[in-house]
T-cell receptor, first 112, second 114 residues
Framework: NAGVTQTPKFRVLKTGQSMTLLCAQDMNHEYMYWYRQDPGMGLRLIHYSVGEGTTAKGEVPDGYNVSRLKKQNFLLGLESAAPSQTSVYFC???????????FGPGTRLLVL | AQTVTQSQPEMSVQEAETVTLSCTYDTSESNYYLFWYKQPPSRQMILVIRQEAYKQQNATENRFSVNFQKAAKSFSLKISDSQLGDTAMYFCAFMRDSNYQLIWGAGTKLIIKP
């Protein structure tokens, strides 16, 4: 039982490049979330999903897209990376809206 | 808008001492959830304790307990018999019953000294 996993752990991009971050959970959770964490700040919600095939915007969605084609996977895409997207990205999942969110280990992204 | 404030950017205590981390929040909601998460140097975000606002009894998990004061909108975390492995960033977070979003404080860096 791996919980929540994220791929890759670390990535360096040049401005304008694209990439996809993968989040996978094996807990059969309905809800999945993407957050970013910047220095000196708490996490901020980018996008979330309340079930397979659904996605919704969070607090800071601009510059990101997501997809939830399978219940266990939640993808975060950057179409044209910008230095302002340098951050640590966390994926989380929960069984329901009121239940505790469990987090992956994070992906550190550096955009030059 | 909901906000979460952690007024102590950094704290340090000796091993085996007791330490209390502060958290205040602002909301007009009557039902909500409060969390403390720990983030060690490994960056993994780990749930420490969870409190449901409609429950008057303070949550406890082994050496970790909270002092939940609903009227004062205060949610402090007490760590008893602190251990070196407790060294981490600690984040307080709030979630409305009607929403999916966790609102996070800026964190408190806790250092346990040997």
């Amino acid at each position: 039982n791996a919980g929540v996993t994220q791929t890759p752990k670390f990535r360096v991009l040049k401005t304008g490049q694209s990439m996809t971050l993968l989040c996978a959970q094996d807990m059969n959770h309905e809800y999945m979330y993407w957050y970013r964490q910047d220095p000196g700040m708490g996490l901020r919600l980018i996008h979330y999903s309340v079930g397979e095939g659904t996605t919704a915007k969070g607090e800071v969605p601009d510059g990101y897209n997501v997809s939830r084609l399978k219940k266990q996977n939640f993808l975060l895409g950057l179409e044209s990376a910008a230095p302002s997207q340098t951050s640590v990205y966390f994926c989380a999942s929960s069984y329901s809206r009121r239940e505790t969110q469990y987090f992956g280990p994070g992906t550190r992204l550096l955009v030059l | 808008a909901q906000t979460v404030t952690q007024s102590q950017p950094e704290m340090s205590v000796q091993e085996a001492e007791t330490v209390t981390l502060s958290c205040t929040y602002d909301t007009s909601e009557s039902n909500y959830y409060l969390f403390w998460y720990k983030q060690p140097p490994s960056r993994q975000m780990i749930l420490v304790i969870r409190q449901e606002a409609y429950k008057q009894q303070n949550a406890t998990e082994n050496r970790f307990s909270v002092n939940f004061q609903k009227a004062a909108k205060s949610f402090s975390l007490k760590i008893s018999d602190s251990q070196l492995g407790d060294t981490a960033m600690y984040f307080c977070a709030f979630m409305r019953d009607s929403n999916y979003q966790l609102i996070w404080g800026a964190g408190t860096k806790l250092i346990i000294k040997p």
